[in-house]
């Protein structure tokens, strides 16, 4: 009985890992629709985080959302899955450290996170930023290519 | 292809398109973002724009404007306002119905100042933006709002 279900859990991981690298991808297309509409919000929100110097936040916000675009697109559809997940990892470590230390100042403002009008900085939101870097490692980290597009590896089905 | 190379594909790609979707856009943003302009005269408050504005006032300012009766707005959230509000304020969470007090009580060319809970809110300057897309010419952001007018023991009206 344990044996089959280590052999199930052993073929059910790899389809798991196509779901959460779904969902991963579903998010960053979803949370970059408002950002690539109203580049001027989305400056705003980095701005009120004091932390970017010089008035860099209008290019930040004119790049970052196209980027989860493209990161959401390639994983939902398995293309260059290991670039899009090793950017969304790195991505969330970012977005982890602009809340926390805003948190920790002690700041009220919108996360800008494009997930939900209105939602503010604080610690749910970086306990949600974990979960997604999480998952971005299981998917950088996966052990079968599994429904991935491009490129084609042997390990591709 | 390697993981370095698909990194630096899609950072590149994500960069042009961002970049030129700036060039080709109607409401394109500025590369670098400008700080709002800061009124040091109360003059310069009462003068008719041609094109809307977004100034930033300080603590002084928003005194001697709220004693000449200019419109203040507060844009925290709901849940803060049974604090207290700067007196005469008004405030709502629906920016339509916000919008709709404000042309009722001063039309679209007077200027009204915005506050929110403290420097760094961010709050009030969006709300600005918001305002200033319906039309609202003459825009004061409080920096400092709430936080400040109550450190400096000003009066503050608590609704029930």
Redesign the interface.
């Known amino acids: 009985m344990q044996a089959w279900k280590l052999k199930y859990m052993i073929k059910l991981h790899p389809w798991l890992i196509v779901l959460i690298r779904i969902l991963l991808g579903i998010i960053f297309i979803y949370a970059s629709y408002d950002k690539i509409l109203d580049p001027g919000k989305f400056a705003r929100d980095i701005a009120n985080y004091h932390i970017i110097p010089m008035g860099f936040e209008n290019l930040i916000a004119l790049i970052i959302p196209w980027l989860e675009l493209f990161i959401g697109i390639g994983l939902v559809a398995g293309l260059m899955v290991d670039g899009a997940s090793m950017i969304s990892g790195g991505l969330m470590a970012l977005f982890i450290l602009f809340i926390f230390q805003a948190t920790l100042r002690g700041f009220n403002i919108e996360c800008g996170c494009g997930l939900k009008e209105g939602e503010m900085v604080g610690w749910n939101k970086i306990l949600e930023n974990l979960v997604f870097l999480g998952a971005s490692y299981l998917v950088w980290h996966r052990q079968q290519k599994l429904f991935e597009l491009f490129p084609k590896t042997p390990l591709s089905d | ?1 390697s ?1 370095k ?3 630096k ?3 590149t ?3 042009l ?3 030129i ?2 060039l080709v856009r109607s ?1 394109a ?7 709002i302009k800061v009124v040091k005269n109360v003059n310069d408050v009462l003068l008719t724009l041609s094109e809307p504005e977004i100034r930033e006032i300080d603590l002084g300012m928003a005194k001697s404007l709220h004693k000449k009766g200019l419109l203040f707005v507060d844009a925290r ?1 709901e849940e803060y306002l049974s604090d207290g509000m700067i007196p005469d304020a008004i405030a709502n969470d629906d920016v339509g119905l916000l919008s709709e007090q404000i042309e009722y009580l001063i039309g679209y060319e007077k200027g009204f100042v915005i506050y929110c ?2 420097d ?4 009030s ?2 709300l600005a ?1 918001e305002l200033q897309d319906f039309g609202y010419m003459n825009i004061f952001v409080f920096k400092g709002g709430w936080k400040s007018w109550t450190n400096a023991g000003l009066e503050i009206e608590i609704h029930d």
Do not use: F, H, K
Not at chain 2, 29 to 35: H, K, L, N, Q, R
Not at chain 2, 120 to 123: A, K, M, Q, R
């Open positions: 292809m993981t190379q698909q990194v594909l899609i950072i790609v994500s960069v398109v961002g970049l979707s700036n409401d943003i500025s590369w670098v973002a400008e700080p959230a809970s403290d760094d809110c961010g709050s300057e969006e933006y």
